[in-house]
């Protein structure tokens, strides 16, 4: 399974409710007309995305998360978000965006399910530091049923390697026991949309 992931904010002259409704239209778009290996979407509001960059004051904006089945689906999603069907509602989000990063992730452990994920944990490394075993990532806290580990596979901008998606603050992302260089910021974030 795979995660398309996308980390924006609206343009600085766009109303945050208006902005959050053309957002919510393009997800219903794709849970009504399905591309072929789309599994679902969700879309959160975050109150911090350091990775996002950043006009002066704002430091959140939305997280929105596509499951994807494999590769292929990948490209499938990206040709139907702006075809027939999709085009219109992709077209009114895309005019009241402002900054902008995405990347890819893999899951790597647990379930899929992203509607009662309500904290992200963010785990990056320093440059030249080693990959810790998922043991040390897993060791506490999740709960398979309803959190996950996810890995970066394509970074399309900066974006973190590891998330750690739970309904609450896991033990096995806390800085104590994270191997020295690497880093782990929790994000709690609200759900705006799930389907």
């Known amino acids: 399974m795979l995660a398309y992931l996308s980390w924006h904010r609206p343009a600085a002259t766009v109303e945050a409710g208006a902005y959050e409704q053309a957002l919510e239209r393009f997800h219903r778009s794709l849970a009504h007309q399905r591309p072929c290996g789309f599994r679902g979407s969700a879309s959160f509001r975050a109150p911090l995305l350091a990775w996002l960059a950043a006009p002066e004051g704002a430091g959140g904006g ?43 992730y893999r899951l790597v452990e647990g379930g899929a399910e992203l509607g009662a994920a309500r904290v992200a944990v963010w785990v990056s490394r320093a440059p030249g530091r080693e990959r810790p ?59 705006l949309w799930h389907g």
Do not use: M
Not at 135 to 144: F, S
């Open 133 to 191: 075993s998922l043991e040390t990532l897993l060791a506490d806290g999740i709960e398979p049923s309803t959190g996950s580990l996810w890995r970066r596979c394509l970074g399309l901008g900066p974006a973190p390697e590891f998330c750690l998606l739970a309904a609450e603050e896991p033990d096995g992302a806390a800085p104590a026991r994270l191997p020295h260089g690497w880093s782990a910021a929790v994000h709690p974030r609200e759900l």
């Open 62 to 104: 939305y997280e929105d998360w596509y499951l994807l089945e494999d590769w292929a689906a990948v490209g499938v999603l990206e040709e139907a978000a702006v075809s027939r069907g999709h085009h219109g509602a992709h077209e009114r989000i895309a005019a009241r965006a402002g900054s902008a990063t995405s990347a890819i």
